[in-house]
């Protein structure tokens, strides 16, 4: 468990499965996301339920992001595309609507980044948002991240295309 002023960051329990449910089939957050269809209850159960596999099998992992004062879970952090080789992966963050604005995802980033560093050795770390995502721009360059390329329309929401942009923080 790693803490900071504002979160703490834990392993998923069995008690997250409904909570995980709803987030991840909230439509209007799949824009967002690589999330383009419902998720099955019993699919997030058993990712639940592995959550705490080899993450040197699974290539990624998952925490809760915990309020530090009240302990209501508000979000989680994702590092996925874990290579042990080359000792990167990529991050992403997710805080509830009603928790947003409230330093939650910085703070969760923070650590997370620096777990991922400090834990795991990892030397650089990627966070890959579409552009007009400017709150998340903003989450990651102030947590050390640099911009350091896109990838030309490669995010299609509905009719319309978006470039990714890819940010990256070394260690």
């Not at 508000?74 to 009603?98: A, L, Q, S, T």
């Not at 390329?149 to 319309?160: A, D, F, T, Y």
Request: charged share 25%; net charge negative; proline share 2%.
């Amino acid at each position: 468990m790693h803490c900071a002023n504002k979160v703490v960051l834990r392993a998923m329990e069995p008690s997250d499965v409904n909570l995980i449910y709803d987030w991840e089939n909230d439509s209007s957050e799949w824009a967002s996301s690589s999330n383009y269809c419902p998720i099955s209850y019993a699919d997030i159960k058993r990712f639940v339920e592995t959550s705490s596999a080899d993450i040197y099998e699974t290539r990624q992992m998952r925490q809760m992001v915990v309020d530090a004062v009240t302990g209501r879970r508000v979000g989680y952090v994702d590092m996925f595309d874990f290579d042990p080789f080359n000792m990167h992966g990529g991050v992403g963050v997710y805080i509830e609507k009603c928790s947003r604005n409230k330093g939650y995802a910085s703070s969760a980033i923070d650590i997370f980044t620096n777990y991922l560093f400090d834990v795991l050795s990892l030397v650089t770390v990627i966070a890959t948002i579409r552009e007009d995502n400017k709150y998340s721009e903003k989450l990651f360059l102030s947590n050390g991240y640099q911009l350091v390329g896109s990838r030309k329309v490669w995010i299609r929401v509905g009719n319309k295309w978006f470039d990714e942009m890819i940010y990256q923080r070394v260690r």
